[in-house]
């Protein structure tokens, strides 16, 4: 049965969380939804599409994978500025052809990872055109609204000379998965074996303890790749960032490529003070120390031993192109 | 010149708002955008997915025309909770094909409208996939954020009985242009003849005096149509609404049919107490009574002369179908 809009939006409005709770008094259903944020806080706003055979592939991702997968994107955004979720909103463009079951498959992924937090899905619009065939893709726009003390996001822009550099868990375990898809493309992965990239773990709770305790100076979350998002925080200050390559936390299996360049990792990344002491877990996640930064001019070095290498914005592009383009 | 996916971004940055102003501490560059509310106000969301071929033809609407609808349809779901609009954030997912210069027009018109209102740009996403070809459509999610005095945003279920229901601006210039459209497909038509087609103003300082004066009892925007949007309201507190025919303002040309079931007007309906008085005007746009609201059942009633007919939700098929599936 393929999905029809009303039958859509009935099954969000069933699915998702009743409006009525305290920082949600108007959730789906009327023109627009009311939020309450908490006093002395700021809104934090971002939105991430999902395009089937950019982001995902239906022959390679289950349902509740890419549901899930959706969400995590806009909850790392919130979790790299330190802050806390309050709502989410879905925009989703389905063939007509789609089936029912894939649909209540992917918002069960979505809504799984939305209650774990406590997060309400509290709106969304379809649309779906009886002039699209069964070529036509998937795509899904995420909105997550969530919040921070006023003055406290921490930003990708805050990072000096003799800060050092930390990254949050293991890196790779999303290439590692990607580039097993690629070689075998008929070949289905278990999802229970690749966990690292069917269902990325958004680092919510990292993100508040650092910002809480004003112990960042900088964060951004590792969704382009360790090498390229590096990158985007050096620009900001015309810094530059040595990483010593034996140091960078791996995956199991991950080589140092894919712990470099690949991507979709949803770690986070961020700097501190090099005299301000950092656990070496917070909320149950490794925390490991990667490098330091120093004066200008803009760029990433890689140490390995004896050598150094500078690594280029963009990362590695036989991994970034086959992502893009499955 | 395709639109690459980076120029486009860094485009949108050139072309919107600046961070710094005092609403929006952090604009589009970082992983999330950062906005501040009007103490003691409540956020409103909303998100608006338009469509190729389902929300607009490439063949029939300029491009500045397609953003600047893109966003109307955002501004007026704010306008309706009698709301300010702070902030907007564009998703777009283009065909490889597409030329860079239907998307520059089609910013220019979302980003004029914008401006008018003085709402920045504060974000968004872009997808663009080299595996679709030409065949593929434009996608554009548009969220709107805004803000309105805490417990005081107006919703569509406060309609009692005894309360008069009012319409702004005329009705029926929407669906006048499409009917047009439809009747000859290979002709274009002139934009400016059909301003409330092509370039719908959302009703934001209406919006703003009905809710600030404590005037509406109830409001939504006429985006489905007369018949379809006066049927929500009843459904929320199971009341009926009775509405005169003639009363019903008409744009020139306009059948009572384009009026009552044509959709896309942008236009507010609105209830207040039958013994308040309503200003004829309200910021420059008419205010019409056209009907009142009676104890239920759940109907919208239809007086012409004598005669009474029930309006069924939903509106007549033959207009809702050509526009939904071009």
Partial sequence: MPASEKSLIRRIRQLSGKPGVARIPLGIGDDAAILRVPPGHEVLVTTDLSLENV???????PPESV?????????SDIAAMGGQPIAAFLSLALPATLPQKWVDGFLRGLLALADQHG??????????????GSSANILADIVV????????????????????IY??????????????LFAKPKTRLDPKKYPGHFYPQPRLAVGRYLRDRGIASSMIDLSDGLSTDLHHCCCERR???????ERIPRAEGATLEHALHGG???????????????????AGVAVTRIGKIKSGPTRVLLLEGLRSQ?????????????????
């Fill in 264 to 282: 979709e990792d949803y770690e986070l990344l961020f700097t501190a003070p090099g005299n301000r002491k950092i656990p070496r877990r917070i």
């Fill in 67 to 75: 549901g899930h997968r959706c969400l995590a994107r806009g909850f």
């Fill in 145 to 164: 609204v969530g919040s921070a003390p006023r003055g406290e996001a921490l930003r990708r822009s805050g990072a000096t000379s003799g800060d050092s």
């Fill in 55 to 61: 982001h995902f592939r239906r022959d390679w991702h």
């Fill in 310 to 326: 500078e690594l280029a914005p963009g990362g590695w592009e036989h991994f970034r192109n086959p992502r893009r383009s499955p």
């Fill in 239 to 245: 810094v530059s960032a040595e990483v010593a390559a």
């Fill in 167 to 180: 990254v949050t868990g293991k890196l790779g375990a999303s290439a590692l998965a990607l580039e097993a």
């Fill in 119 to 132: 997060v309400v899905l509290a709106g969304g619009d379809t649309a779906q055109s009886p002039g699209l």
